[in-house]
Nanobody
Framework: QVQLVESGGGLVQPGGSLRLSCAVS????????IGWFRQAPGKEREVVSCISPSDLSTIYVHSVKGRFTTSRDNAKNTVYLQMNSLKPEDTATYYC????????????????WGQGTQVTVSS
């Protein structure tokens, strides 16, 4: 059974950091690209970043460049989203999703999704 489980969300003050984890099971992580997405209240879900099986990371949202980084540990079947210098506009539910080998900014190509973890940036 394929499963992706996000964790690490919470409440953080502006300027703070969080590291989200996406633990996968039921498939071999090193054969899949993993994307991070977010959906803020009242807004459409957007793709934030993606990391390929070859460890190449792509950031799709300009506002997080230089602040967010993606990494993966295939041995732990886990992908991470390190978020630094958080801003109130980063508040959203964050999701990870798996896609067969190639990163994409197109959400529809992602086959498997986690349930999401809430990130709230507020003072």
């Amino acid at each position: 059974q394929v499963q992706l489980v996000e964790s690490g969300g919470g409440l953080v003050q502006p300027g703070g950091s969080l590291r989200l984890s996406c633990a996968v099971s039921g498939f071999t992580l090193d054969h899949y690209a993993i994307g991070w997405f977010r959906q803020a209240p009242g807004k459409e879900r957007e793709v934030v970043s993606c990391i390929s099986p070859s460890d190449l990371s792509t950031i799709y949202v300009h506002s997080v460049k230089g602040r967010f980084t993606t990494s993966r540990d295939n041995a732990k079947n886990t992908v991470y989203l390190q978020m630094n210098s958080l801003k109130p506009e980063d508040t959203a539910t964050y999701y990870c999703a798996a896609e067969g080998y190639y990163c994409s900014g197109e959400q529809s190509v992602y086959d498997y999704w986690g349930q999401g973890t809430q990130v709230t940036v507020s003072s």
